[in-house]
């Protein structure tokens, strides 16, 4: 079974940035699509990015375009999230999420069968 570990979350001040990680236990990373989510208070799970198992294709949320960049390290079984220029709104618990054995699994968490138990981000103003 594999596990997710996100880490990096914390209180930053709003303009700052934030790199988040995530390490998968085992050894297929290399065969996970995967992606971020993230889930405010009292709102929905809303989808942040999304990365093919080889790294090469990304797709971003409209709420984080241009200011988020998705990667991952296939020999470190770890994805990354570096997140700039951040808002309050940015403020919410980050989960990563992977759905083994599929090339990409875009932006829908019904795509992703595995969970991480999320780190808090916290912007402030």
């Known amino acids: 079974q594999v596990q997710l570990v996100e880490s990096g979350g914390g209180l930053v001040q709003a303009g700052g940035s934030l790199r988040l990680s995530c390490v998968a236990s085992g050894h297929t990373f290399s065969t996970f699509a995967m992606a971020w989510f993230r889930q405010a208070p009292g709102k929905e799970r809303e989808f942040v990015a999304a990365?093919?198992?080889?790294?090469?294709?990304?797709q971003y949320g409209v709420s984080v375009s241009g200011r988020c960049t998705i990667s991952k390290d296939n020999a470190k079984n770890t994805l990354y999230l570096q997140i700039n220029s951040l808002k309050r709104d940015d403020t919410a618990v980050y989960y990563c999420?992977?759905?083994?054995?599929?090339?990409?699994?875009?932006?829908?968490?019904?795509?992703?069968?595995?969970w991480g138990q999320g780190t808090q981000v916290t912007v402030s103003s």
């Open positions: 999420a992977a759905r083994p054995s599929v090339k990409y699994a875009g932006g829908f968490s019904e795509n992703y069968n595995t």
């Open positions: 990365i093919s198992r080889d790294g090469v294709t990304a």
